[in-house]
């Protein structure tokens, strides 16, 4: 038998199945597209909308006067809520609105079109959202406020705790300073002892030897007019023999009360 090839309304078939299927992914992928976009778009104006929240602490006046705030806000009305809102608006109504935000039009005759409509429409919309969107992140802000706050009081802390800290340092340091000044002096002083010490030694040497050398008569009269503690130091380094005789040739009352500190220092 001989074999038929497919026939022109299969190739047409075919073909429509085969563009319909590409048409269909490019719809997919420019669907994708455009949703990322409108997110994108999206949290451009929510992260505007947090900013400025944030910058006028959430107040009301401040934020329905600045325009960025007020754009964004904007953005996100819909015509179809436009719509809805400016049909149920009489002339009247409409011509009031715009006399009243516009004192300077009070004595014109305004003739009322949609896009009237619509500029009293907007703004009643933005006010309103402008109210709804303070209601609904009072809270939320709040907190930020007050954990901001608490953030400042935490670093005026940390800074007060740092200059504690240094003063601390400071008088830790000045404390050592003087504690080495006063072991400095005391070494000085301990020195300047030994010094004067062996000084003292050296003219007590000179004096016994002197007292040694007059008579034991004459030395006790010369040491009656010097303190007890003076007469003991002086015959404790005199030769014992000549000690005794000065001792002897003092008054008995006198030689005994020597004679007892010489006892009691040995």
Do not use: C, W
């Not at 269909?24 to 420019?30: A, D």
């Not at 049909?87 to 305004?110: C, F, G, Q, T, W």
């Not at 009322?112 to 009643?124: G, K, M, N, P, Q």
Request: no cysteine; charged share 30%.
């Amino acid at each position: 038998m001989e074999k038929k090839g497919l026939g022109i309304p299969a190739i047409i078939v075919i073909g429509l199945l085969v563009y319909g299927s590409l048409a269909y992914v490019f719809y997919l992928m420019y669907k994708q597209d455009a949703e990322e976009v409108i997110i994108t778009e999206e949290a451009k104006q929510i992260n505007m909308l947090d900013s400025l929240a944030k910058k006028f602490k959430l107040n009301i006046d401040s934020l329905r006067n600045d325009s960025l705030f007020m754009a964004s806000i904007e953005n996100q009305i819909m015509d179809t809520e436009v719509f809805d809102k400016y049909i149920m608006y009489s002339d009247n109504y409409v011509e009031n609105e715009i006399k009243r935000k516009h004192p300077e039009l009070k004595d014109s005759a305004l003739v009322v079109s949609d896009s009237l409509r619509r500029v009293v429409a907007i703004a009643e919309l933005k006010e309103e959202k402008l109210l709804e969107f303070v209601e609904n992140n009072q809270e939320k802000y709040e907190l930020y406020f007050e954990k901001e706050h608490l953030e400042d009081e935490l670093k005026n802390l940390e800074t007060k705790i740092d200059t504690i800290k240094t003063k601390s340092n400071e008088i830790i340091n000045d404390n050592q300073s003087k504690t080495r000044e006063i072991a400095e002096l005391k070494a000085a002083n301990k020195h300047l002892q030994v010094e004067a010490s062996k000084l003292s030694n050296k003219d007590l040497k000179l004096l016994v030897k002197k007292y040694e050398a007059m008579k034991a008569t004459n030395a006790a009269q010369v040491m009656l007019n010097l303190p007890e503690d003076d007469i003991v130091l002086i015959l404790k380094k005199m030769n014992n023999r000549k000690a005794g005789k000065i001792l002897s040739a003092l008054p008995p009352s006198k030689a005994a009360s020597v004679s007892l500190k010489i006892l009691e220092s040995n």
